[in-house]
């Protein structure tokens, strides 16, 4: 799905809308904030995953040295 | 025999259009929730499997990770709740509202022939915020229903409270004003009481719709109060009277053992009333007894100013029938 932060407001639920059309944006919203919290577990994940390598070469090096 | 054949071939079509309406409802509830469901498990175990192929990981880091997931986890609370609140909305209308709703329909179509003749009146609407910050429109309805005692004729008051946006109701007064006996004061002389009983029935909870349709309902009282004073003269005292029900519901589902959420939600509830109109709440009304609380309402009649309630228009009368037909329908 195509949308992100900045769309949060565009799918912002208001009291005109039908039924149908609040329910898809209330799913909307869910998956512009979802895909931002997973953004955030990739970073996270992402940045563990270099550091844990970054320390097992060092102790490589330490090894050969 | 052939009368009951056709009678239910002409029946069979309409129930299951019904069900064709019930079932694309909780379908679309039920897919917009597995497709929920699906897409925070998927977030879940993809993070918690790249989490497996790192090693070494530390405990600090492991809850870095969990509050992370924590995040999912609530976003996907938060969304079930706000989807529900949708439903309350749109199709879970309360089964007391559509009573009350229905009950009030049937009742204007019974005076609709008084209204043509000039015998329902009301005030203009009253545009009020409620503490989510959103507008409703209140209508007021009123006329003197006949109990059979010319001397004891009550006064009905109805309060329609609609979303201007969409005009849905969202919020019912059901009052009576009805002459409670005299009093005596040495400065005021004789007094002629008024008591003002009814209820309140909203259509979601937690909305802040009550105070506010409660807060329209108190100007429209005032106004009443204005007009008995400057028309009849004399002493008028307009005493409110409201009932604690969910008090004695708690209470009730206390005594029976009742724990757990649901008891939680009436506490809540309990909470809020005492907020509107508990001792020092918003409304100002005092206690009288373990469940009734009461508030007098005093006029502020301005010089030069019409409290008269002017005849209903017509246009206005049906405008409120087909909102009411519209939570009655809900129910269906």
């Keep these: 799905m195509d949308i992100d932060s900045e769309n949060l407001e565009q799918i912002k ?30 970073v996270f994940l992402n940045n563990l995953f270099i ?15 | 025999m052939d009368e009951v054949l056709n009678k239910n071939e002409q029946r069979a079509p309409e129930s299951k259009a019904e069900n064709i309406v019930e079932l694309d409802w909780e379908k679309l509830r039920g897919t917009t929730e597995l497709k ?10 993809g993070g918690e499997h790249v989490l497996d192929t790192i090693p070494n990981v530390t405990e600090d880091e492991k809850k870095e990770f969990v509050e992370i997931k924590n995040e999912i ?54 545009m009020e915020k409620t503490s989510q ?18 001397t004891d004729n009550k006064r009905r008051l109805v309060l329609v409270a609609t979303n201007p946006i969409d005009g849905k109701v969202v919020g019912l007064r059901l009052s009576d004003i009805r002459p409670d006996g005299l009093s005596h004061d040495e400065k ?10 009814g209820e309140i029935l909203t259509r979601l909870r937690g909305e802040g719709i009550a105070p506010a349709l409660d807060n329209a309902f108190l100007k ?6 204005n007009y008995y004073k400057k028309e009849f003269g004399g002493e008028h005292q307009f005493t409110w009277v409201v009932e604690n029900a969910n008090l004695k519901r708690l209470n009730q589902k206390k005594e029976e053992g009742l ?10 509830e309990q909470k809020r009333w005492q907020a509107v109109y508990g001792e020092n709440g918003k409304l100002g009304f005092n206690k009288i007894d373990e469940y009734r609380y009461e508030k007098v309402v005093q006029p502020d009649a301005k010089d030069g100013e019409s409290y008269e309630m002017q005849k209903v228009d017509m246009n206005k009368y049906h405008a409120i029938q087909s909102s009411l037909e519209e939570c009655v329908n809900n129910e269906k």
Excluded at chain 1, 51 to 65: G, S, V
Excluded at chain 2, 114 to 125: H, L, M, N, R, T
Excluded at chain 2, 220 to 225: D, E, N, R
Aim: hydrophobic share 35%.
């Design chain 1, 13 to 42: 639920v208001s009291q005109s809308d039908s039924d149908e059309i609040k329910i898809k944006k209330i799913y909307d919203s869910f998956i512009v904030k979802l895909n931002l919290i997973k953004n955030k577990q990739f």
């Design chain 1, 51 to 65: 550091a844990k390598q970054q320390a097992d070469l060092k102790e490589l090096r330490k090894k050969i040295q």
């Design chain 2, 36 to 45: 929920i469901d699906q897409e925070v498990t998927s977030a879940i175990t």
């Design chain 2, 73 to 126: 986890v609530n976003l996907q609370k938060e969304t079930r709740n706000e989807l529900e609140k949708s439903f309350d909305t749109s199709k879970k209308t309360p089964e007391n509202f559509s009573k009350s709703a229905s009950l009030l329909l049937s009742a204007l179509e019974g005076k609709e022939e008084s209204a043509e003749k000039g015998y329902v009146f009301s005030y203009d609407p009253i």
């Design chain 2, 133 to 150: 910050g959103k507008e409703i429109k209140v209508d007021c309805l009123s006329w003197i229903g006949d109990d059979g005692f010319a």
């Design chain 2, 188 to 197: 005021r002389g004789y007094i002629n009481k008024e008591a003002i009983t």
């Design chain 2, 220 to 225: 429209t009282v005032t106004k009443i109060a």
């Design chain 2, 259 to 268: 724990s757990g959420p649901e008891l939680e939600e009436l506490e809540t």
